[in-house]
């Protein structure tokens, strides 16, 4: 062709336009390639805003390819050609590599022009300001100068006019006033204007709300009006002191001060070192220097802390736990300050031999009728008005054997004791327990011979069987009062208030009604709508509605107070019963009751009583020989576990007592739970835990309990007599024992010689020496006095015969059931066992 350009040696290979719009290549040594011309069209570059122009098509040329345009602002993407689809991988990725380069070399150029621009502006800020602050400093300059020649002007002025008055003989003055004062004007000073200064620095609105709002310790320590702060007259006050004491002290050494240190039983020795004012780092050195290693937090004795107090120059002030109790029973009694009370009379004696009834001749009620069984479970406090008007008071005791702790608790709160015996019955065991407690109270008797008019009453053989018992009554030469009743036919009852009258006066019974209110709790119980509830009988002082109170392990406010008639009274006076309401919890019948000043020292009180008893229920005893016995002998013994809930808690009381007394040695009552109140959800939870049945004693469960109890399967008894619960439980803790096996020997016999039996028995030739042998009889063998086969007898045989017994004297042969080790000198005893019902 005449249009191809051939590039030989290093000339640059181009390419020729053709017609066609292809162009042929010549390479050397003879090669070719035909490629396709692409035609692009030129690029204007237009200014923002301005319509761009079509720029003419321009053929691809066949010199060097034309240098790369400059970088655009946006990189826009170009449309697939053909000459593109021609090019080969490498050419592809060295254009791709060339337009990266382009355009980062462009993105440079921007940047470095920015930072010039940057540059140039900060230049010319900071020119503006420099000039700005010359100009301020040249007007203050101008305007320093003006005042100082204003003030010569003045100056020169005032020294003209002192001259001209003592050319003219000077002002004429009063010799009693003293001469006016000269002084010299000072012009204002002017506040340099920082508005002017801060004109030239550009700043931005979000930056002079920062600095409006921010303080700084110069802002802090200036007025508002920019001038620094004063200090304070505190301020200066406190100064002034702290150098009156330096110089009042000198050099003399600072003196260290004593201190009086409280140290309880046991302390911490970090306690320790701030009660001493002492760095506790301080205190474990000087115990490791004791021998004592030891960390701050660790507990040490009040002899060790006597020692560190010491050493370290204090004063100890020791304290015990015991003492929040002090002071907490008040003083001692005046005697112009003790003033009459009513006497507080126990009626006691054996069950069923009508104390109740007689009390309720007294009152003129029907009390006994109320109780279940018809007899007395419960304390009862009542107060009787007689004819005369006189007020005694009374309490009510059980009589059978399982209350023993509630009429001890009965002779030790009372002035009389009223035993009742019934004249047709005679002395009982709790007649003689009654006599007995009585004596232990160190209080008088009166004996009351009850049930006169019964058949068979013999009121003599009861004043002679009091002799036993160190009673000698009046009517037999004694000091002992008596007196013959008839509760049912009301007759007596004025003579035995006689008696109790005169006792009491010969008691001279008093008490200071004026004073804070000391009292016992007679009987406890768990209410259902009042809650916990203690029947008090005060001592001594007046217990008065909304007075604070500690009784036992409990503390609380006297809500309400209800006496034995059901009204509520605002203030029960000494040797008077009264319900309280208001307890935080259900105390011990017979715990003391003390009124207290404040809410907070009743409940120190009362949790140190608390910490009291659960010590003493959870420290272990001394190990000794007789414990250890006796814990192996609890141990072999079958536990017989049970819950117990009663209506009082002196009820609950005397049931556990009662159990106690009718364990053995091979069975015992252990009480998981017991408690006042009703039969509750958690009651039954812990009772199927232990798979346990529960015991109410006049009480109920209530129906969320009973819900669970038949789901677990949870068993309850319910009792309203003390006895047909001792009963109930003896059974059933017999029937857990099973039945007793008693064993009777019946025969002896010794072993005379040893002979086989069929193929590999062995037979026993034997001579009864005592009693019988029969045939299935169990029997044992022993050897030496050592039992070796315990078992029966298989088959019994006497010349050959088969025969169901052999009497002593006789001889016969003896097989038994797989035993073959016989020896002649054995003995074989022969037995029955008979199997009786196990009681209690």
Known sequence: MSDEKKTLGTKTLGVKRTTEGQVQQQFSHGRKNTVVVERKKRRVLTKPGETPQPAPVEEAKEAAPPPPPPAPEAPKAKKPSEADATLSRKEKQEQLLREAEDARLAQLEESRRREDEAKKAQTKDEAKRAVDNRKAEEEAEQEAAKAAAEEAALEAESSDEAAKAEAAGGPQLDADKPAPRSFTPVAKPKRPDRKKEEKGKPKRASDKRKERSKLTVNRALRDGDGS?????????????????????????????????????????????????????????????????????????????????VEEFGHNIKRVSESDVELGIEGVEDKAEDLKPRPPVVTIMGHVDHGKTSLLDALRDTDVVGGEAGGITQHIGAYQVKTKDGDIISFLDTPGHAAFTEMRARGANVTDIVIIVVAANDGIMPQTIEAINHTKAAGVPMIIAINKIDAEGADPKNVRSRLLEH???????????????????????????????????????????????????????????????????????????????????????????????????????????????????????????????????????????????LKRARTTQQPTSVENMFSAMAEEQAIEFPVVIKGDVQGSVEAIIGSLDNISTDDIRVRVLHSGVGGITESDVTLASASNVPIIGFNVRANAKAREVAQRDGVRFKYFDVIYDLIDDIKAEMAGELGPERI??????????????????????????????????????????????????????????????????????????????????????????????????
């Open 228 to 308: 620094p702060r004063s200090r304070s007259l505190a301020a200066l006050k406190r100064s002034r002191e702290k150098d009156k004491a330096a110089r009042e002290q000198g050099d003399q050494p600072q003196v260290k001060k004593s201190l009086d240190v409280v140290v309880p039983e046991a302390i911490t020795v970090g306690e320790l070192a701030k009660r001493m004012e002492e760095r506790g780092a301080d205190l474990v050195k000087s115990l490791f220097k004791m021998g004592m290693a030891v960390t701050v937090n660790q507990t040490i004795d009040q002899d060790t802390a006597e020692l560190l």
């Open 470 to 612: 160190e009673v000698v009554v009046e009517e037999m030469s004694g000091d002992v009062q008596d007196v013959e009743v008839s509760a049912l036919k009301k007759t007596g009852l004025d003579d035995l208030v006689d008696k109790i009258k005169l006792q009491a006066e010969l008691l001279e019974l008093k008490a200071n009604p004026d004073r804070q209110a000391e009292g016992t709790v007679i009987e406890a119980k768990l209410d259902k709508g009042r809650g916990p509830v203690a029947t008090i009988l005060v001592n001594r002082g007046t217990l008065k509605r909304g007075d604070i109170f500690v009784v036992g392990a409990e503390s609380g406010k006297v809500r309400a107070m209800v006496n034995d008639k059901g009204k509520q009274v605002n203030e029960a006076g000494p040797s008077v019963p009264v319900e309280v309401l208001g307890l935080s919890g259900v105390p011990s019948a017979g715990d003391p009751l003390t009124v207290v000043e404040d809410e907070a020292r009743a409940r120190e009180v009362a949790e140190y009583r608390a910490e009291v």
């Open 743 to 840: 064993e009777t020997v019946v025969g002896r016999a010794e072993v005379k010689e040893a002979f086989p039996a069929g193929k590999t028995g062995k037979a026993a030739g034997l001579l009864v020496t005592e009693g019988y042998i029969k045939k299935d009889l169990a029997a044992r063998i022993m050897r030496d006095d050592v039992i070796i086969y315990n078992g029966k007898v298989a088959s019994l045989r006497r010349f050959k015969d088969d025969v169901a017994e052999v009497r002593a004297g006789l001889e016969c042969g003896v097989v038994f059931d797989d035993h073959k080790d016989i020896k002649p000198g054995d003995y074989v005893e022969t037995y029955e066992v008979e199997e009786r019902e196990r009681t209690l």
